[in-house]
Structure formats: structure tokens, C-alpha cells
């Protein structure tokens, strides 16, 4: 069974920095494509990144561009999701994903099957 465990959020003053983590177990990955996507309360989930696993690509939301990036380590089965120069804006709570790889990578939270419980951000001015 799949399962994706999100660590490293956390409290922080507007210009600083979190590295979020997703541990990812119970399946292979070769042909996946991984996300992270927020949701802070009274909105939608929402697209922030995605990584396809196997060849690295790597898509972002226009919001979080310049700003945040997203990586994995194929040796520890480990997403993440650096975040630099973060705004109040940005405070959310924050889920990886795990989806079938397609042509594109996919910014809609249909596309992914296996979500973890999530992790809070807050981001203070």
C-alpha cells in the first residue's frame, strides 16, 4: 500500500525559508509523477509543483516560481519541496501527491491517486 508522510512544516517570519518532505513507500515510482499542492482555509486545494520521478521535469504554479523548488532522491524515496523568500500568502497546509506519469504533468489535484495527511506552513509579516 502507498503511502506518502509529509514532514518539515512549520512557523516562519515573510523572506524566510522551510524545506518541506514527503517520505514515499509502498510502491515504485518510475512512472509517476509527484506534487505538492495547499490549501488554506475556506479555499481549494491548489497546484503549487509537480515532479515527473523518473526524468526530473518539473512544472510550478505561476505564484510560487522563482521561489520554490521542487526535487527528489530516488535512494531515499524522498520528495521535497524547498521554499525561499515565503509570504504570508504562502501560509497553508501542504500535501504531496502521487500520480501516473503523463506527456504533461498534471496541476489538478484528479490526476493524483495517493495523498498524505499534510503539513502546515504559516508565514507571518
Known amino acids: 500500500q502507498v503511502q506518502l508522510v509529509e514532514s518539515g512544516g512549520g512557523s516562519v517570519q515573510a523572506g524566510g525559508s522551510l524545506r518541506l518532505s514527503c517520505s514515499v513507500s509502498?510502491?515504485?515510482?518510475?512512472?509517476?509523477?509527484m506534487g505538492w499542492f495547499r490549501q488554506a482555509p475556506g479555499n481549494e486545494r491548489e497546484f503549487v509543483a509537480a515532479?515527473?520521478?523518473?526524468?526530473?521535469?518539473?512544472r510550478y504554479a505561476n505564484s510560487v516560481k522563482g521561489r520554490f523548488t521542487i526535487s527528489r532522491d530516488n535512494a531515499k524515496n524522498t520528495l521535497y519541496l524547498q521554499m525561499n523568500s515565503l509570504k504570508p500568502e504562502d501560509t497553508a497546509l501542504y500535501y504531496c501527491?502521487?500520480?501516473?506519469?503523463?506527456?504533461?504533468?498534471?496541476?489538478?489535484?484528479?490526476?493524483?491517486?495517493?495523498w498524505g495527511q499534510g503539513t502546515q506552513v504559516t508565514v507571518s509579516s
Open positions: 515532479i515527473n520521478w523518473s526524468a526530473g521535469t518539473t
Open positions: 501527491a502521487a500520480g501516473p506519469a503523463g506527456p504533461l504533468l498534471a496541476g489538478t489535484t484528479n490526476a493524483y491517486n495517493y
Open positions: 509502498g510502491g515504485t515510482f518510475r512512472n509517476s509523477a
